[in-house]
């Protein structure tokens, strides 16, 4: 089996403070795969470090076989990503900004012209097109996001809270060119809080809790026939109570709040 995505007891902090500690993993190509945790557990830094954004404090990151710290620019062209704050030239147009984003990875002008005409027909961005960046609403700029990180085709796509802001129209054609992505054979790495979502969609997940480490990792799939996990005895019959299970249940005190 063909690994996408390794992480070798990867580290990072921050002015001493630690934000990922000790996280290994694999993933599998081909795999829908779901990264989950609490605020502040890591996810965002663990996403940086395996995109190439941040340089580790310790460990080792490996895309598609190869380390990304040996030559991260030949790395970068095999994979697309949407980070949770948008990387975006507001001062464009999504047509020039996703034509530029597809002449950085090379495409071809034919293709780039016919790609990014599709992408803004499907996401509904075409009747935007006189309209700066800048003025887009959250949900219009996430599609912007993501139609970017899907343009060249990566092998290796991360996304990072793909579908907060989207409606619901758009969050089915994300979901469905997700599925797409995943049968040809590459590979999607997301984070997101939406576990009913994630259930639904992801193969496998990892749960990290703060500072990002391993609590864990499996198997999803017989959640969608009905059937439980087992964690450590304890039988989960959804993601959302293996989530609360091994992740911590937070919030659960009870209060003298009767104005709420």
């Not at 605020?39 to 076989?65: I, Y």
């Not at 912007?144 to 990566?154: E, M």
């Not at 964690?231 to 109570?241: K, V």
Request: charged content about 20%.
């Amino acid at each position: 089996m063909q690994v996408a995505v390794e992480i070798f007891h990867l580290t990072k902090a921050y002015d001493g403070v630690t934000a990922v500690e000790d996280l290994s993993l694999s993933v599998p190509s081909g795999c829908l795969f779901g990264f989950l945790g609490p605020n502040s557990a890591g996810k965002s830094t663990t996403l940086g470090c395996l995109t190439g954004v941040l340089d580790p404090s310790g460990g080792e990151v490996k895309l598609l076989g190869q380390p990304m710290g040996r030559d991260a620019v030949a790395n970068k062209r095999h994979i697309g990503v949407m980070p949770e704050t948008l990387a975006l030239f507001d001062a464009l147009y999504a047509q020039e900004f996703l034509a530029f984003h597809g002449r950085m990875f090379g495409l071809a002008e034919a293709d780039v012209r016919r790609r990014v005409g599709e992408l803004l027909e499907v996401l509904e961005l075409d009747s935007e097109g006189r309209k700066p960046l800048a003025e887009f609403s959250a949900g219009m700029r996430k599609r912007v996001a993501f139609a970017a990180a899907i343009l060249h085709t990566p092998d290796i796509l991360f996304l990072d809270e793909p579908f907060e802001s989207i409606d619901p129209a758009g969050v089915a054609v994300m979901k469905q060119w997700l599925r797409t992505i995943v049968a040809q054979g590459r590979t999607v790495f997301m984070t997101s809080h939406v576990l009913d979502t994630v259930e639904r969609l992801c193969d496998r997940v990892a749960i990290i809790r703060s500072p990002g480490r391993l609590v864990w990792e499996g198997d999803i799939s017989s959640l969608a026939t009905g059937n439980s996990i087992d964690a450590g005895g304890h039988a989960c019959p959804t993601l959302e109570e293996l989530y609360l299970h091994v992740a911590g249940k937070r919030f659960t005190r009870e209060t003298s709040m009767e104005w709420v």
